[in-house]
């Protein structure tokens, strides 16, 4: 029977309720991070198409739509194109209040409010339908038909009654805000989803770098001590003395700001903890027999620390490792809050918060109140998983 170490601390960690929740929290997160633009209700780039006319709408805020084609060519998105950055909407979508579909044309209300007066407005069939061309976007309607020229420049003409059903089955479609809109109409629910990506790319970017940093030095400093001990601590401490945010801040104009700086700033403030850890953790294994034998073989140095030692303290810098991730997360929110993070218009939770904070105090809270939910689950999901890992990898954990 296989009882390996391994294998009681999976053990260990599957008893660990909070710790599997996190995990599953991560999972999911993972999961909409790869896939989030194949499910928002808009999966246009950055989730940003913007319908004035239902801006700072409620939870579950439902009406009904008209589908305008917009008169210009698009070019085809791959499936695995679409899933990675999305694909800019065809259409212009206009909220509606009632329509009445004549021979020939659509007349509208346009939505202005629940309690408002709806703007009328009328479309012609084909327009509604087809891409027009710009320079020739006379639309020609006969008895039964109507003639236009599209976009590639081309007379097209179709029947009216299959005009009639096109629009009225394709084009009139109810659409559900379930987490409300922003200021700029802009549905929360997918710029939500898509936010998760940058939370989960500065966390993962930051942990790769403080960890191939933080171990790099630790291991160095604990194996050699002296005067490299002493050399290593000086550069950590004084890395240790300055705020982290000061720290970031300072990165960011030296950098640039960019999508990919910020990522790097955040991950060059964060190794020290891994150094630290690391340092103590090769101090301490370093006098045990084995590492003794390694060098009675001959092994060179690095074969000692990168294959002997470093396999042994794992667990540790596994816990650690999982804290800098949820820290990570922290400090995008709290720079994309302040304006030196993310920019706009790509979603982030930071920026999203930073966007409703302004309207907080009024009834509608959700722009900000769902960012805020979100950094605090993904937080919290990240340190349940790392307690749950310290639990599991403690040999001393009978439980």
Same mark, same amino acid.
């Given at each position: 029977m296989n009882n390996s170490p391994n294998k009681r601390a999976w053990q260990r960690f599957r008893r660990n309720r909070p710790g599997i929740f996190g995990l599953l929290l991560i999972g999911l997160a993972v999961a909409l991070a790869l896939f989030g633009y194949l499910i928002t209700p808009d999966s246009t780039p950055n989730a940003n198409d913007q319908i004035n006319e239902v801006r700072d709408a409620r939870l579950g805020f439902s009406t009904k739509v008209l589908k305008v084609r917009k008169n210009r060519t698009f070019e085809s998105v791959s499936f695995f194109r679409k899933m990675i950055a999305g694909a800019e909407n065809e259409y212009r979508l206009i909220p509606i209040k009632d329509f009445e579909i004549t021979n020939d044309s659509i007349k509208i209300s346009i939505y202005q409010g629940e309690d408002e007066v709806g703007k009328p407005a009328e479309f012609a069939l084909a327009d509604v339908v087809f891409p027009i061309?710009?320079? /020739?976007?006379?639309?020609?309607?006969? %008895?039964?038909? /109507?003639?236009?020229?599209?976009? !590639? !420049? !081309?007379?097209?003409?179709?029947?009216l009654s299959e005009l009639q059903a096109i629009v009225q089955t394709k084009h009139i479609i109810t659409q559900t805000f379930w987490l409300g809109t922003d200021h700029f109409g802009r549905d929360i629910l997918s710029r939500l989803i898509i936010g998760v990506r940058v939370s989960l790319l500065v966390g993962l970017i930051a942990v790769l770098i403080s960890l191939t940093i933080g171990i790099l030095f630790g291991s160095v400093a604990g194996y050699y001590g002296g005067k490299v001990d002493d050399f290593v601590m000086l550069i950590i401490n004084t890395v240790?003395?300055?705020?982290?945010?000061?720290?970031?801040?300072?990165?960011?104009?030296?950098? =640039?700001? =960019?999508?990919?700086?910020?990522?790097?700033?955040? =991950?060059?403030?964060?190794?020290? %903890?891994v150094a630290r850890i690391v340092r103590g953790q090769v101090m301490s294994v370093k006098s045990i027999q084995f590492v003794e034998a390694g060098r009675s073989f001959g092994f060179s140095d690095f074969r000692i620390i990168f294959k002997h030692i470093l396999p042994n303290i794992l667990g540790p810098v596994m816990v650690i490792a999982a804290a800098n991730f949820a820290t990570a997360i922290l400090i995008e929110a709290g720079l994309s809050y302040l304006g030196f993070g993310i920019q706009p218009p790509q979603p982030s939770w930071g920026n999203m918060l930073k966007d409703g904070y302004g309207y907080f105090i009024s009834s509608n809270i959700y722009p900000a109140l769902f960012p805020g939910l979100a950094i605090m689950l993904m937080v919290l999901a990240f340190n349940l998983v790392g307690n749950a890992f310290r639990d599991a990898l403690d040999v001393k954990t009978k439980t």
């Open positions: 061309s710009a320079t /020739q976007n006379t639309i020609i309607t006969t %008895d039964n038909q /109507q003639t236009f020229v599209d976009v !590639e !420049e !081309e007379q097209q003409r179709i029947l240790w003395s300055i705020p982290t945010l000061l720290l970031v801040f300072a990165l960011i104009i030296a950098l =640039g700001r =960019g999508f990919w700086q910020i990522f790097l700033a955040v =991950g060059l403030t964060m190794w020290v %903890d």
